[in-house]
């Protein structure tokens, strides 16, 4: 606990401030279950099983300029994306994952009292961003099956508002946004930012749009389709008018030189990585499928590498905790909307199997299986 002296100091907002909580480590999983490494099934946090390109683990090995302070521009890397986007390089940013471009656009839009209007459920970063710089999030609820509600969401858009904050497909629902709601909501005038980290499971971007309407952010990342988490390396395509004053703002230097050269690296071997992503999609629709067949379950239709399933009856919680003994990890959310049910990362088929079996084994001893 602080002193009084240190509280004082901190702002009046920190008290109630809630962090954003990340899974745990692999190691320290495998360390606290007593169980090696290579059987973790870790299914709780979206990554990309089959791990990044060879490429680009060459190019972080074989880099030899790592005492030089990396270009803070990244024109090596925003020039491979605009043969990868058909944008032009100079709408293009970059950031240490898509993650801290949100809170650039919150440093650059939000004043204390200014409101962000998002749809949930849905990734929690942005109420955590929104909170951080004394925004206000004004949070609408979707539908029974976690469709944006256009009108409600267009009606708590007000002068006080900055930004609408929207993943498509939404996190952890796996439900895309339609292209017509996109368009209403960037006639508010509103800064719409459209996160699109899993994009390339989906196959529809809204990247191009981003020509034409100089309120649109769009943010990508290679931490899902590149596997490149632990690099932590996004971008953001924005119109020329809005991105001038976002390099006011952005600090130098902010995506090191190994996340640079293992982006460049994977853009150079597309066709190897969206192989991968052909196979998470593919399994994605029979874990889908295997799912369906389970009649305590309502599972959900997923566009991402990832599907998110609700119990019938039955308790979810229970049914998370008792697949972690046996070293499997699905993504637990306790709050509203979400309560009943979780999040499952598509993996390799043997990782399907084992959580099937394990869902198997501890429903039928539960009860509802």
Not at 83 to 104: C, H, M, P, W, Y
Request: proline share 6%; aromatic share 10%.
């Amino acid at each position: 606990m602080a002193s009084d002296k240190l509280t004082r100091l901190l702002r009046p907002d920190i008290s109630t401030f809630q962090g954003y909580t990340p899974v745990e480590p692999f190691e320290r999983l495998s360390e606290k279950l007593g169980i090696p490494l290579d059987q973790i099934v870790k299914l709780d946090a979206n990554e990309n099983p089959y791990g990044c390109s060879p490429r680009a683990q060459n190019a972080v090995a074989e880099f030899n300029r790592y005492h030089i302070y990396p270009d803070s521009y990244g024109v090596e890397l925003c020039e491979a994306l605009e043969k990868f986007l058909s944008v032009s390089r100079t709408q293009i940013a970059l950031g240490n994952g898509s993650d801290e471009l949100l809170d650039f656009l919150c440093r650059l839009l939000v004043s204390p009292g200014d409101k962000v209007v998002t749809a949930v459920p849905t990734f929690p970063m942005y109420r955590f961003n929104t909170a951080s710089f004394g925004g206000q999030i004004v949070e609408v609820p979707r539908d029974e099956n976690f469709e944006v509600q256009l009108e409600p969401l267009l009606a708590a858009i007000d002068d006080r508002t900055k930004m609408v904050m929207l993943a498509t497909p939404n996190n952890p629902t796996g439900n895309p946004i339609a292209p017509e709601h996109v368009r209403r909501l960037l006639e508010t005038g509103a800064v719409v930012v459209v996160d699109e980290a899993y994009a390339e499971f989906a196959g529809f971007s809204y990247a191009s749009w981003a020509k034409d309407y100089e309120n649109i952010v769009v943010l990508r990342t290679f931490s899902k389709w590149a596997a490149l988490a632990g690099l932590r390396v996004g971008y953001g395509v924005f119109h020329p008018n809005l991105i001038q004053h976002f390099w006011r703002i952005k600090p130098p230097y902010n995506v090191n030189v190994a996340a640079q050269a293992a982006a460049v690296a994977s853009l150079a071997d597309v066709d190897y990585l969206m192989g991968n992503v052909r196979r998470i999609v593919a399994e994605r629709e029979r874990l889908s499928g295997e799912l369906k067949k389970l009649p305590y379950l309502q599972v959900y239709p997923s566009a991402a590498n990832y599907i998110y399933i609700k119990f019938l009856r039955g308790d979810a919680l229970a049914v998370k905790k008792a697949l972690e003994k046996r070293g499997v990890f699905v993504r637990y959310y306790d709050e509203a909307y979400l309560r009943g049910g979780f999040r499952i990362t598509v993996g390799k088929p043997e990782h399907s199997e084992a959580l099937l079996a394990g869902m198997a084994e501890i429903t039928k001893r539960m009860g509802i299986g």
